[in-house]
């Protein structure tokens, strides 16, 4: 028996619909086929909670120092894409400045500000794309404060996440690095290596706490990129979730300190980073699929966090879930994302302060929406109105 044949619900999964809607696929290949052979994508795809801690946990199994790695070809080595000592080196640095502490510190009055300037400004139409208008700005310039180029405009920062996140996705999807990646990281380098020196950023700290320059760009490029998308999907799958389910947002308006948990929650439903990847370092078997060294192993947060066995009916919306912070959204193991607090604060600010100043907040019926994205997942406008 080939390996299509020894895998017919993995051969069976299409491309469109992880893209479109992946949760019923992924519940099927979960049930049956928890690490199943996907040959549309060309890849081992990781669906079980239980297979996926494995293959998060075991980084000299199933490494990201690969020159296939879709980040590293489009922004260089970073943190993200190093294994060993080389990924601690690259890491360290970036553990003060990340601590749970000194992010609040840092951070929430200067985010508490700019979520209620821009809420501010669009209050009064009493609509538009909170995509557009509110999350996409507020976590472009949170960033571009991380980095230390706070006097540069939004629009340039956006447009160098959205060539990276462009970039990502052509390459994880099988194609090349399009042209346009080098020019934009070569833009952001510019900028961040003239913003290091005492700016006082938390990339700054990081160069200050042993960060070469040369590593502090691609890094900044990581950090732009998670940052950004991250962020941002996060707001926008939070509000999207409340705006959907009127009575967990009636729960969330009547006790705001239940605010963090539907976090944790619409990040278990819908991780603003679906997939990461993966290669084999030798031959493994994994939930009864037999993984040769070299082979490329996606493991989906997605289906992971759905999974019945952890989290009983998985597909519902319960902002007072007791174990919703028990998914992987943020990854596991030696790669979890390092800047996660910053962007718990973001979005707890920047819901709260939504949900607050915009009252009667609701989707805009005339232009429905639903998160999509093969790697990214998150609405690609988010339409609501509210009473001005």
């Known amino acids: 028996m080939d390996i299509v044949e020894a895998f017919p619900v993995g051969a069976s999964v299409t491309r469109a619909e992880l893209t479109a809607n992946p949760h019923p696929a992924l519940a099927r290949l979960r049930a049956t086929e928890p690490v199943s052979w996907v040959p549309e994508l060309g890849y081992w795809l990781v669906t079980g909670r239980d297979a996926a801690l494995r293959v ?18 489009v922004v260089g080595p970073s943190m993200l894409s190093l294994d060993g000592p080389a990924h601690s080196a690259a890491r360290r640095p970036f553990a003060g400045p990340f601590r749970p502490a000194e992010v609040a510190q840092r951070f929430t009055p200067r985010i508490t500000e700019l979520t209620a300037e821009l809420v501010a400004g669009i209050r009064p139409a009493g609509r538009a794309d909170l995509r557009a208008a509110f999350a996409g700005p507020l976590a472009a310039r949170v960033v571009a404060e991380t980095l230390g180029i706070p006097d540069i405009d939004t629009g340039t920062v956006l447009r160098w996440y959205s060539t990276f996140v462009s970039a990502v996705s052509e390459v994880t999807a099988g ?5 346009a990646a080098p020019a934009a990281f070569e833009s952001l380098a510019h900028h961040v290596l003239a913003g290091i020196d005492g700016s006082g950023s938390l990339l700054a700290d990081a160069v200050a706490g042993g960060l ?56 278990r439903l819908e991780p603003a980073a679906s997939v990461v990847d993966r290669y084999a370092t030798r031959d493994v078997d994994v939930a009864g699929a037999p993984i040769r060294r070299g082979d490329p192993v996606t493991v989906s947060l997605a289906g992971a966090n759905r999974d019945p066995a952890a989290f009983p009916d998985p597909d519902a919306f319960d902002v ?17 994302c390092p800047a996660m607090d910053l962007a718990r604060l973001e979005t707890v600010i920047g819901v709260r302060t939504a949900l607050e100043e915009l009252p009667g ?28």
């Open 56 to 73: 998060l946990r075991d980084a000299r199994t199933f490494t990201v120092d690969d020159p296939r790695f879709s980040t590293a070809q």
């Open 175 to 179: 194609g090349s690095v399009p042209p």
């Open 212 to 267: 070469g320059k040369h590593e502090a760009v691609s890094n900044a490029a990581v950090l732009l990129f998670g940052g950004i998308e991250t962020t941002e999907g996060m707001i926008l799958n939070l509000l999207w979730h409340l705006m959907r389910h009127p009575d967990q947002l009636t729960a969330v308006r009547a006790d705001l300190d239940l605010l963090p948990n539907a976090v944790e929650e619409s990040l």
């Open 320 to 336: 007072r879930r007791g174990n919703a912070r028990q998914h992987l959204a943020f990854a596991h193991g030696p790669h979890f």
């Open 361 to 388: 907040l609701t989707l805009d019926g005339q232009h429905p929406v639903a998160p999509s994205g093969l790697v990214f997942r998150k609405p690609q406008t988010l339409h609501a109105r509210w009473r001005a």
